[in-house]
Nanobody
């Protein structure tokens, strides 16, 4: 059974940093592209970052501030979040998927999410 377990969220002031982790199991981690999404009540889910084997892709809203990485030996994907803004407040989800035809295609497997709140 596929499991994606996010952790590392919390409350942080604007300009602060957080490091999110997603522990994966139930599939061959190294064969999959991985991603982070976020969702705020009343808004559509937004993909913020994707990591393939070597390549990373970022949404414009987080480019230059967030860094996605993976450790295949630990079956874990990370999201380092720096220079956080109030608009980054959201529930952050981990996702596995595939990259082909020039686009990321998510699988229908999601973690429970980890809450990030950015506020003075």
């Amino acid at each position: 059974q596929v499991q994606l377990v996010e952790s590392g969220g919390g409350f942080v002031q604007p300009g602060g940093s957080l490091r999110l982790s997603c522990a994966a199991s139930g599939f061959t981690f190294s064969n999959k592209a991985m991603s982070w999404y976020r969702q705020t009540p009343g808004k559509a889910r937004e993909r913020v970052a994707v990591i393939l084997s070597f390549t990373t892709i970022y949404a414009d809203s987080v480019k230059g501030r967030f860094t996605i990485s993976r450790d295949n030996a630990k079956n874990t994907v990370y999201l380092q979040m720096n220079s956080l803004k109030p608009e980054d407040t959201a529930l952050y989800y981990c996702n596995k998927g595939s990259y082909y035809s020039g686009a990321y295609h998510p699988d229908d497997d999601w973690g429970q999410g980890t809450q990030v709140t950015v506020s003075p």
